[in-house]
T-cell receptor, first 115, second 112 residues
Framework: DAGITQSPRHKVTETGTPVTLRCHQT?????MYWYRQDPGHGLRLIHY???????DKGEVSDGYSVSRSKTEDFLLTLESATSSQTSVYFC??????????????FGEGSWLTVV | AQSVTQLDSHVSVSEGTPVLLRCNYSSSYSPSLFWYVQHPNKGLQLLLK??????LVKGINGFEAEFKKSETSFHLTKPSAHMSDAAEYFCVVVGGYQKVTFGTGTKLQVIP
């Protein structure tokens, strides 16, 4: 299994509070991704990173920000959580760009509930 | 536009019988195709991938998939289902410009 650790694994938070999810990898892979998984939608890309301090938006980036100050860490921040952000969040990594056919490896997920 | 359609949201099979999970895709590029499996409360695990080599791809746990360009399909099969195969399966297309598209998933139920 790829060395990906997500924290926290489970969190309940109140509407309007900030939340940060952390993804830590031990594989030294260049690319890191944050996805959210919701019933009927599969996985949707929130943001991804192609290097330290290099990030870009995915298809559902509104309300989220990311930071990558080190190769091994990729943080996802909900500045002001809303109930629509209740979801399961997956971090993923790949050695090279996913479009080259490189495998994407996933973390175990972080369950976030916004009440 | 790039898209993935998993034709069945739920599939139910008896233990020991064949499994067929269907996936059709659309891509403007020569895509890479993947199947992932997700067990309850777990992350996604790679089953197999196609990257323009052999069109019949063998994966872990006895699964295989065949890339059919003319039919734009990448169906997942297994000759004999096991109880441990009960999970959700995702077909994934990777095309140009780092675009990764997930299908909405197929839940496989295996009946003893």
């Amino acid at each position: 299994d790829a060395g990906i650790t997500q924290s926290p694994r489970h969190k309940v938070t109140e509407t309007g509070t900030p939340v940060t999810l952390r993804c830590h990898q031990t594989e030294n892979h260049r690319y890191m991704y944050w996805y959210r998984q919701d019933p009927g939608h599969g996985l949707r890309l929130i943001h991804y990173s192609y290097g330290v301090k290099d990030t870009d938006k995915g298809e559902v980036s509104d309300g989220y920000s990311v930071s990558r100050s080190k190769t091994e860490d990729f943080l996802l921040t909900l500045e002001s959580a809303t109930s629509s952000q209740t979801s399961v969040y997956f971090c993923a990594i790949s050695e090279s760009i996913a479009s080259s056919g490189n495998t994407i490896y996933f973390g175990e997920g972080s369950w976030l509930t916004v009440v | 536009a790039q898209s993935v359609t998993q034709l069945d949201s739920h599939v139910s099979v008896s233990e020991g019988t064949p499994v067929l999970l269907r996936c059709n895709y659309s891509s403007s590029y020569s895509p890479s195709l993947f199947w992932y499996v997700q067990h309850p409360n777990k992350g996604l695990q790679l089953l197999l991938k196609y990257t323009s080599a052999a069109t019949l791809v063998k994966g872990i746990n006895g699964f295989e998939a065949e890339f059919k360009k003319s039919e734009t399909s990448f169906h997942l099969t297994k000759p004999s289902a096991h109880m441990s195969d009960a999970a959700e399966y995702f077909c994934v297309v990777v095309g140009g410009y780092q675009k990764v598209t997930f299908g909405t998933g197929t839940k496989l139920q295996v009946i003893p």
